[in-house]
Each structure stands twice: as C-alpha cells, then as structure tokens.
C-alpha cells in the first residue's frame, strides 16, 4: 500500500476515534469544529499548486473535523450538492470492486482515494456556507497559483524549456501535473476577476470599469500561465484550456469571443514557428511518426494509442466489473496479450513492446477497464451535471457572484475533461481533488443560496406561499 495513503487512513482514523469521543461527550464544541474544518480547507487551497504534501494534510484535517463536526451537531445527513446521486453511485462501485479486483493492494490505494476525495468535496460543500468564506478560499488559490504561475515562467525561461526537450515541473515538482493546475489558475483568473458576468438591465444602467492596473497584472499573468503550458508542452492542458477559455469568453461576448480566438492561433503560429520540440508534440496528435523531431526513446502518441487499445481490449474481457478500480496496471503486468499492437519507435526504427508505462494514460479508458460499464457511465453522469448545472445557474441568475462561481466551475470542469483524455485519472492527488474543490464551492453556493431563502420564508410565510 501507498505510504502515503496509509498514512493519511492511520491519521483519520485515529484522529476520527478521538474526535467521535469528544464530539459525543462535547457537542458544545461543534463550533470549534467547524472552524478547525475551514482551516484544513485553506491549507488545501493555499498549498495545492505549490507543496502536494501539506495540501493532503490539509484535507486529513478537513475530513476529520468535518466528521467531528457533523456529530456533534448530531447530523447523520448528507448534505444535497445536486451531484449526490452519480457520486455515491460511482464511490459505491468503486468500493464493490475491492470483492472482484485483480490486485487487492492497488484497489485499496486507488479505491481510498476515490473515497477520500469525495469526503473532502462533502465537508467543503457543507462548511463553506457563506459567500465571504467562499471568496476568502477563491482569493486564497488565486494568490498560490499566481506564485506558481511566474515561478513556472522563470523556470521555463531558466531550462530553456522553449527551445529543448526539457519540460516544467513548476513548484509542485510534477510536469504533468502542473500544467493542468496552471489551467484551472487561468479559469479562476478569468471567471472571478477578469470578466464581469453580471447581467445587464436597462434600467439600472451600465457596470462600473474595472481598475485598469489590476485588469493589467492579471493579464499579465494569463499571458504568463499560457506560456507555462506553452514550455510544459502538455497536450492535455492544451485540449482542456483553450475550450475552457472559449466558453467563458463566448459567455461575456461573442466579440471578446473572436477576439481571444485570433489570438490564440496567432500565439499558435509564433509557437510553432520559434519551438520545435512544442510544434512535434503539437503535430504528433495528428501524425504520430512526427514525434521523431523530439530527442526521446519511445515513439510517444503511438505508444498512447497502444495503452488505448489495451485498455479497450480489458474493457471486453470485463465489460460489466472491470478488473477493479487502481488494477489496470497490475493486469497489464500479468497479461500483455492483451497489449497490441506493439508500438513503432520512429527513433530506432523498431517495432518494440511499450515498457515505459502501464497505465492507459487516459482516464476514460482507465475507468472502462477498471470500473466496467456501471461505472464509466455513473462517472460520465456526474461529468455531465458539472457542465449542465453551473450552465443553468449562469443562465438563471442575475447574482453576479454565482454568474462567477457558475462560470468558474464550467470552466474548471472543461479542463479536467481535456486532462482525463491524457495526464489525470479519478485518483490523482494534484488534478482530481482539485477538480472536486471546484465542484464543492459551487454546491456550497447553492446550498447557501437555498438556506438563505429557506430562512426569509420562515420570517415572512406570506413570502412561501406566494412563492409556491
């Protein structure tokens, strides 16, 4: 088992065992609770672009005072985000697997992630119950991926990272990873401070211009977090940021819409033309012998389409259970038979069996393999209300703060798909709990929206009555 993840159930169960004693003997300290919960929280949002390590602590934190907390207040229930129903369905596949799975060891460290993260995503949904806090952990991540973002810029610059093979790996130390998290920076950016999403009305006249100087800086910074991706040569960040930044632009304009399009592929065209490392893997997408331009020891996109195809190939052996969430790896190991074709290295000139990884290096794919058919489809659900959700409240509502929230978690959700096509999967501690802390603070604007008008009825029944 992964010592990490051993770790991290050692700490909640003990700290849990102590904290259900105090919290049953102490409901008194309810409020402590909740407030231990909020600080595991930030620590989550300051550390997560930055040191993955105490961005896990903070959510051990979370979790356990989160549980704390809902005992003390004597809450066994399940607070309703509008994404409950696909994720217990997914975590309760997930955990199944563990009776049918190929390799125990591995289903426990996948599986227990799988169901950390959605523990996490329960407690910040239900702690972030006002906008202030809320806006407190948005300015919190913006302020540590920002640092992120022009440290990856310097170090790009320092590694020459334009003009050769080598790749950012940012303050996180992880080149695939970063990228992606640079990408859900540049989506809060955007959508919390860029761009003014409250509607317009006729008689309340025109908005206010933002500030020229900050509207500057964090120009500035989406321009610096484009070229990070840029020098980190990431196709999955690339096929999840620009969609990203397309929808949230046409969402404003359909000038700034066309605006940002020519932009991009004249930025495209200057990238192409100066960097050839950026324009083989670009290519290689599309023509995969391309990829012989970069100074690597494996054929790369032929490689990938190669894990694809055994992926699919387990997927038919196990079309209804897979072979058990976190197992894909170890089947493959077991049975390369099912590997084919065997890859073409355009470097050597061989046909070689691909060693460099065992994964399908595609989320989707992983899932089908892992999680069968029931699975794949109750993730590809809540996939699909992280897109049709913030969407209907973004066109349902004049509050400009959940017009940004809405607008900020669509477009976190467009990247993470991009990212799942190549670098992330549901057990990925940088992306996927990431991911799940976007989804959090939507549900905890809508569940503050419905407690505030749940408790203007309670003071005025005249106000329900009309209502209903």
Known sequence: MDILLFIKMAVIAVSGIILI??????????????????????????FIPVKDGFAIFGMVVTVAFFIAYKIAKRDAGV???????????????VIASLFWTY????????????????????????????????????????FSISVAIVYGLFQGIF?????????????????????????????????????????????????????????????????????????????????????????????????????????????NAGFFSISKTFKSRMLAMFKPKIYKMESKSHGDIESHIALV???????RRFPLTGVGVGAFSKYFDGHKAV?????????????????????????????????????????????????????KLFMNTDDGFKRKIAAMTLGASIVFYGSFAGVSNMSNNELTNLWFFFLALFAAANLMSRTISKSKDFRNPKNAITEK
Do not use: C
């Open 21 to 46: 004693a105090i919290a049953v003997k102490r409901p008194s300290l309810a409020g402590f609770f909740e407030k231990a919960g909020l600080s595991g929280i930030f620590l989550f949002a300051l």
């Open 309 to 315: 195809e055994s992926a699919w190939a387990v997927f």
């Open 159 to 267: 590694i020459n990272a334009l003009y050769s093979s080598n790749r950012l790996a940012g303050l996180i130390g992880n080149w695939t990873g970063f990228p992606v998290q640079v990408s859900y920076g540049l989506v809060v950016i955007a959508a919390y401070y860029l761009i003014g999403f409250k509607k317009h009305k006729k008689e309340a006249g025109s908005e206010k211009a933002p500030s020229l100087m900050p509207a500057f800086l964090f120009g500035m910074l989406i321009l610096a977090g484009f070229l990070d991706i840029v020098f980190s040569k990431a196709r999955s960040a690339w096929i999840g940021i620009i969609p990203a930044i397309f929808v949230l632009m046409y969402l404003k304009s359909k000038k700034l819409f066309l605006v940002v399009l020519v932009l991009l592929l004249v930025l």
């Open 339 to 391: 590997h084919f074709p065997w890859y073409y290295n355009p470097k050597t000139g061989k046909s070689l069996y691909d060693l460099y990884d065992n994964w399908p290096e595609n989320g989707y794919m992983q899932t089908l393999a892992e999680t069968g058919l029931f699975g794949f489809l109750a993730l590809m659900w809540l996939f699909f209300l992280a897109l049709k959700r913030p969407v």
């Open 103 to 142: 390799s125990i060891k591995d289903s426990i460290n996948e599986g227990g992630e799988i169901v950390y993260f959605v523990l996490f995503f329960f407690a910040a949904a239900t702690l972030l119950n006002t906008k202030k806090r809320i806006d407190f952990i948005v300015y919190t991540f913006t």
């Open 79 to 93: 607070p309703e985000t509008g994404f409950n129903i696909p994720i217990l369905i997914y975590t309760g596949i």
